[in-house]
């Protein structure tokens, strides 16, 4: 029984393409996330939905966009892909309700992740 | 703004080795403190986790130990294992704020 899991778990493509990365959590999760992990391992925070609603955008491009049908899912869209896109993509999810009660001491949990090359 | 810096690898250790990483962190407010580690070719899984000052976080015989006055959260590992070999990361949650924030994480080889 997957937790987070995340199609397709390889993509290569061609520079100027464009893409989607889909992701589907079944733990009831109401807060879902995309993580950038690049060459060198850091991993940072791209995006994340809580109940569908857009609550963190970091200093991303505008070439990626998120979208959220349902709690369970949030997909990642990239237009005019560069060979700097080139990375490995994360979905996360966690519970909001813990942060709330516990102070935002909320746990994620992750996918396995997608691996993007852009040639 | 908030920042966690771990001992830099890689690390190469052998079998029933002694492995401690080393974590600090920065945060504007009271933060939970985690544990990940990415296997090969695999995802991240927690590996464990402390909400508050002097919880200790244990699994599958690692422990660290959330240290207030010292902004610290060192991992340990008495007897490490060749399975034990992946990159493990550490980060931190300030209260009301979603996001994880990432050490650079630590490269960990066990030889046999």
């Known amino acids: 029984d997957t937790a987070v899991s995340q199609t397709p778990k390889y993509l290569v493509t061609q520079m100027g393409n464009d893409k989607s990365i889909k992701c589907e959590q079944n733990?009831?999760?109401?807060?879902m996330y995309w993580y950038k992990q690049d060459s060198k391992k850091f991993l940072k925070i791209m995006f994340s939905?809580?109940?569908?609603?857009?609550?963190i955008n970091e200093t991303v491009p505008n070439r990626f966009s998120p979208k959220s049908p349902d709690k369970a899912h949030l997909n990642l869209h990239i237009n005019s892909l560069e060979l700097g896109d080139s990375a490995v993509y994360f979905c996360?999810?966690?519970?909001?309700?813990?942060?709330?009660?516990?102070?935002?001491?909320?746990?994620?949990?992750f996918g396995p992740g997608t691996r993007l090359t852009v040639l | 703004g908030n920042s966690v810096t771990q001992m830099e690898g890689p690390v190469t250790l052998s079998e029933e080795a002694f492995l401690t990483i080393n974590c600090t962190y920065t945060?504007?407010?009271?933060?939970?403190l985690f544990w990940y580690v990415q296997y090969p070719g695999e995802g991240l899984q927690l590996l464990l986790k402390?909400?508050?000052?002097?919880d200790k976080g244990s699994n599958k015989g690692f422990e660290a130990t959330y240290r207030k006055e010292t902004t610290s959260f060192h991992l340990e590992k008495g007897s490490v294992q060749v399975s034990d070999s992946a990159v493990y990361f550490c980060?931190?949650?300030?209260?009301?704020?979603?996001?994880?924030?990432f050490g650079a994480g630590t490269t960990v080889t066990v030889r046999a």
């Open positions: 939905y809580n109940n569908k609603e857009l609550i």
């Open positions: 980060a931190l949650s300030d209260p009301g704020d979603y996001k994880l924030s």
């Open positions: 402390a909400t508050k000052a002097d």
């Open positions: 996360a999810s966690s519970q909001a309700s813990e942060t709330k009660t516990s102070g935002g001491r909320h746990t994620q949990y």
């Open positions: 733990l009831g999760h109401d807060t």
């Open positions: 945060a504007t407010g009271y933060p939970s």
